[in-house]
């Protein structure tokens, strides 16, 4: 009796009948739309509680919500149908998990590759979204009728961008018939110490025709979600952050560079190096970042600087700061 139903379990939340929190599209009312239910064990749930604020939302695929500290509120993530006709990310808030705002849309593709859904989860300080992307197959628009999942992220969950439009964070599978060659759902992640696991929803025929369902898993290396490689894999490409406060004396890297290399440097505000690091050429978590001429990061912690990375046949995932 209702549909795209997305749960969460709220630890901040002080009530245990509401431990559990739900949010889907109700389909057995008569007034239709958005409700949201309530359960202390994530199996014994309370009626929907309607909530009309969320005009607009179709709320058919994959709603999800959480707790947004930022912001001290709740966001939910829901589907919107806009003009010219296409589908789209809607994004409503609420303090109370009960009165919403009217859903606005936050993020849509293009009327041949349309942002269908968005489960989001915050990592790393900021937000991260796996949009499901729809080749619709309509006339004129030569769709093939499959779906993909991307990756997007925001700062504040209200803007987001998408991470190289177009290239799947979970390609579909090339031969026809396979188990996710038609569409690929992600869930949330599960992270563990050496693995991102992402368990996504597959079938082995289209969008809109009969089709078989799977469990599928897809794994990533921590932090491995997205990184910088060079354009022209003939040459070397730089990338400077922006200034940054050093809170800690050793650095880390991760990056793939087992057929070239990753080399950071420390540089001030016009550009000159204050400590050079020794290139790293293997694949590598958490690499510890050596400097030349045996110095240290000691006498910058606390300061800001910016890091300039040179990558070479490799790609740089991300970096970080350890006492």
Not at 15 to 42: H, Q
Not at 171 to 184: F, I, L, M, R, S
Request: overall charge negative; hydrophobic content about 35%.
């Amino acid at each position: 009796d209702n549909h795209g139903v997305g749960v969460f379990k709220d630890l901040r939340e002080e009530d245990p009948a509401r431990r559990y929190k739900m949010i889907a599209r109700e389909l057995n009312r008569t007034e239709g739309g958005m409700g949201v239910r309530f359960s202390a064990d994530g199996k014994h749930w309370s009626e929907p509680t309607l909530c009309p604020e969320m005009k607009g939302s179709r709320g058919d695929v994959h709603n999800n919500a959480f707790w947004a500290p930022e912001l001290g509120k709740y966001v939910a993530i829901a589907r919107l149908r806009v003009e010219p006709w296409q589908r789209a990310v809607g994004r409503t808030e609420s303090a109370d998990f009960l009165n919403w705002t009217e859903a606005v849309e936050v993020l849509r593709g293009t009327q041949e590759a349309q942002a269908y859904s968005m489960p989001v989860f915050r990592h790393a300080g900021v937000y991260l979204g796996l949009p499901a992307i729809y080749h619709e197959h309509r006339h004129g628009h030569g769709g093939n009728d499959r779906t993909h999942t991307e990756l997007a992220w925001s700062p504040d969950t209200v803007t987001w961008h998408r991470i190289d439009p177009g290239t799947p964070l979970i390609p579909n599978a090339e031969t026809d018939g396979h188990y996710d060659w038609g569409c690929v759902y992600a869930s949330v992640p599960v992270f563990l110490d050496d693995e991102v696991r992402l368990y996504y929803g597959a079938s082995n025929g289209p969008h809109s025709d009969w089709r078989d369902s799977f469990l599928a898993l897809a794994t990533l290396r921590p932090d491995g979600f997205a990184g910088y490689q060079p354009d022209d894999e003939n040459k070397p490409a730089v990338v400077t952050t922006r200034p940054v406060p050093l809170s800690g004396a050793t650095l880390t890297v991760t990056c793939d560079a087992g057929g070239g290399s990753v080399t950071v440097a420390v540089v001030d505000e016009a550009g000159n190096v204050l400590r050079q690091g020794r290139p790293i050429r293997t694949d590598s978590t958490d690499h510890v970042v050596r400097w030349e001429a045996a110095a240290n990061l000691e006498p910058y912690v606390g300061k800001t600087v910016r890091l300039r990375f040179e990558i070479e046949g490799a790609k740089l995932y991300s970096f970080g700061m350890k006492p």
